[in-house]
């Protein structure tokens, strides 16, 4: 299984995925990122050797027998895989960095989705407060009512208490 196989198996939507820590997700992230880059590292450069002898020219990574060499300092491709690997490395590294932009983008969405509850929970704190001092109030009228208006405080009391369940237990 390939590293970047991995990856996307970890990163799919998943309940285990979920449990880890964001500082967990981050360092593995920036581990995975670091392997891709060291895998996709050139090899080091090859000395090639041209020789010449009997009007012949050959190419070695050995000195020319009698001395008589031209040296030349880039790498040689010995075969088509060797490019299709290179191909291969950089799709990798491509996907691995829209991956990257994908775990970034849903990590910005959920700490949007984390504001928005917060903000939603302050409101509601606050709504509470306001029912809860108005309930006060309307326990403050009932005390103070004559006997002509004690019907219609105990309507509002019990009305404010009813809302007070409703919104805030």
């Known amino acids: 299984m390939t590293l970047l196989t991995r990856f996307v198996r970890w990163r799919a939507p998943c309940a285990h995925a979920r449990t ?15 392997a891709a880059f060291t895998s996709a590292s050139s090899l080091p450069a090859l000395a090639i050797q041209r020789c010449v002898a009997a009007g012949k020219t ?10 008589s060499t031209l040296r030349i300092d880039e790498p040689a491709r ?31 969405q959920d700490q ?3 504001d928005l509850a917060s903000r939603g929970a302050a409101a509601r704190d606050k709504k509470c407060r306001t ?14 009512a004559s006997l002509k208006q004690e019907a219609h405080a105990r309507k509002r009391l019990r009305r404010t208490e009813e809302r007070y369940r409703d919104e805030c237990r």
């Open 20 to 34: 880890l820590s964001p500082t967990t997700r981050q360092l593995l992230a920036a581990a995975l990122v670091t």
């Open 78 to 108: 010995t075969s088509p895989a060797a490019a299709g690997t290179d191909a291969n490395q950089q799709r990798q590294a491509a996907e691995l960095a829209r991956l990257q932009q994908l775990r970034e983008l849903r990590e910005r």
């Open 112 to 114: 949007r989705i984390r």
């Open 58 to 67: 050959s190419y070695s990574d050995r000195p020319c027998p009698d001395g």
């Open 131 to 144: 029912l809860a001092m108005q309930l006060k109030w309307r326990e403050e009228d009932l005390r103070d």
